[in-house]
Nanobody, 118 residues
């Protein structure tokens, strides 16, 4: 099992920045990839960004490219999401997730609220 705990959400004005953190514990050696998802009210959960645990390969959904940066600190078992130039449409609950190789994301954090005011 892997446990994930997010932190760093909050209220920010449009154009501002926030950094989310996700600390992993448990069987972290089984992690192949970690990702950040978000879910806005009335909308489906969407993938925001992913990073592979060893290689550090990244993926971003188009709407956050150039604004968000995902990174990881393997020594601290922590993944970060640096969010710059935030927009009101980025408002959502952000979830950290992890998966093993050849599986879907199966480990989830509790979520952290990000609210961007216009």
């Amino acid at each position: 099992q892997v446990q994930l705990v997010e932190s760093g959400g909050g209220l920010v004005q449009a154009g501002g920045s926030l950094r989310l953190s996700c600390a992993a514990s448990g069987r972290t050696f089984t992690i192949y990839s970690m990702g950040w998802f978000r879910q806005a009210p009335g909308k489906e959960r969407e993938l925001v960004a992913t990073i592979t645990w060893v290689q550090g390969s990244t993926y971003y959904t188009d709407s956050v490219k150039g604004r968000f940066t995902i990174s990881r600190d393997n020594a601290q078992n922590t993944v970060y999401l640096q969010m710059n130039s935030l927009k009101p449409e980025d408002t959502a609950v952000y979830y950290c997730a992890a998966r093993k190789i050849s599986t879907a994301y199966e480990y989830w954090g509790q979520g952290t609220q990000v609210t961007v005011s216009s």
